[in-house]
């Protein structure tokens, strides 16, 4: 892959946020001794300069289809290999000043590829589907439920409904037949003289009279002044029979001095 060289050189050296920036000894091809150099990482690309000050970067390793290795040499402490799936593909060893800051640079560099990136785009992907998906059945079921209560009150109704409707018919009816007894029917007249109640009126047929049909009890009457029933004009009169002949015993006097009058 070819790269333009001033392109690179800003893209190292702009003022972009790096990822990762330190110094790391690193093995030179044809000289095989360790040299210090000052690498910064953006994204997938690892700069590295001769001197922190340096202006421009004297090399740049792609960090793509690679992996990174700890090397096991006892001679070369901290170190580790940037290593590409091409088989003439050059390694890259570098060595960190320590075992913290080797396990932070593997890490880093590890990361910085963009197929480690898609992995863990598609792993984020998969986390967010079985998010969404329990989130979707627990709404499905949430709204199962609710439809079941949803259809159970209505097949109550519909149970309730039938009894409803004939408590309604049967109470008028209840209510007109109560007033008819041995199949006749008393009605009150509205009119009170006197404070006292006319009484009430039968108004059944006369074939029912004869056939010995009994009319029903006469209903209790009207109380007045404070409950009692006694007349107004002549006080001792309660109960009907007194009364009686206390109205009596005056139409028969009347009576006697129309007779004397003649």
Known sequence: ?????????????????PDKTGFLFKKGERNTAYHRRWFILKGNMLFYFEER????????IVLEGCTVELCESESEEFAFAVKFDCVKARVYKMAAESQAAM???VKALSRASFDYMRLVVKELER?????????LLQA???????LSQVQGAEAGLRTAAPS????????PLQEGLSSRENGVSW??????ANGVSEGCAWEGDCSARAEGVRPPPVPPRRK???????????????CFSKLHDWYGKEVAELRIEWLQSK
């Open 164 to 171: 409803l409707q004939n408590a309604a018919i049967t109470g």
């Open 224 to 238: 007045t002044n404070g409950g009692s029933l006694e007349s107004p004009v002549s006080p001792g009169t309660g």
């Open 103 to 105: 396990e932070s640079w």
């Open 1 to 17: 892959m070819k790269l333009n060289e001033r392109s690179v050189a800003h893209y190292a050296t702009c003022n972009s946020p």
């Open 140 to 146: 499905k079921n949430k709204a199962k439920k609710h």
């Open 53 to 60: 000050e340096s202006r421009e970067p004297i090399g740049v």
């Open 187 to 192: 009605s009150k007249n509205s009119g009170v």
């Open 127 to 135: 986390q967010l589907e079985e998010v969404q998906g329990e989130r």
